[in-house]
């Protein structure tokens, strides 16, 4: 896995590949959302589902990752993942997420990171959050349910804001 060091700052590309992009999530609610993402990062990880889920729900219980906006940011750490993953899911329909403006959420980014990740972990979710804030790339992002559309919107995305 490639740091960086130089102050360059953490790309998305850095966590996410295509086959972390799912365009189409069909839930019902908040804990169904949680458990798709954990199958889907058990995948991309090798990690165990039932531990993604355990910390991700465990993290939920803290306070709802739903940020506003239709965004939720879901994360957790395990002590066995070998480095940063992310996910992004657009879903099918939004479901209530508690966010913190009461409005139900369609887009989220899960952001898995080792235990030992330290400040990369905390660099990679200000990232994320940043990308989300900008509404005409939620817009973009709402508006395809192609895979590949969504991946090249979140890694190009990024370099737009490289200021």
């Given amino acids: 896995m490639k740091t960086n060091y130089e102050g360059a700052g953490m790309e998305i590309t850095d966590l996410i590949t295509p086959e972390c992009v799912v365009p189409n999530l069909r839930v019902g609610s908040k804990k169904q959302v949680l458990q798709e993402l954990a199958k889907v990062a058990a995948e991309v ?3 165990s589902e ?9 993290r939920e219980r803290l306070g709802t990752t739903g ?3 239709g965004i939720a940011i879901p994360h957790g ?4 993942l070998p480095g940063l993953k992310g996910i992004f899911a657009r879903l099918e329909e939004p479901v209530d997420f ?4 009461d ?3 369609d887009l989220i980014f899960l952001l898995l990171a080792p235990e030992s990740a330290g400040a990369d972990h905390l660099k990679a979710l200000a990232r994320v959050s940043r990308l989300l804030r900008d509404r ?10 192609d895979p590949e559309a969504l991946y ?5 995305a990024q370099t737009s804001q490289a200021a």
Avoid: Y
């Avoid at 005409?136 to 349910?145: A, D, P, V, Y």
């Avoid at 090249?152 to 190009?156: E, K, V, Y």
């Fill in 45 to 47: 990880t090798g990690q």
């Fill in 50 to 58: 039932r531990a993604v889920f355990d910390v991700l729900l465990e």
């Fill in 67 to 69: 940020v506003g906006n």
């Fill in 77 to 80: 750490k395990l002590s066995t």
């Fill in 98 to 101: 508690d966010s913190i403006d």
């Fill in 103 to 105: 409005q139900p959420v």
């Fill in 136 to 145: 005409g790339i939620c817009e973009k992002l709402r508006g395809t349910s």
């Fill in 152 to 156: 090249t919107l979140l890694s190009q």
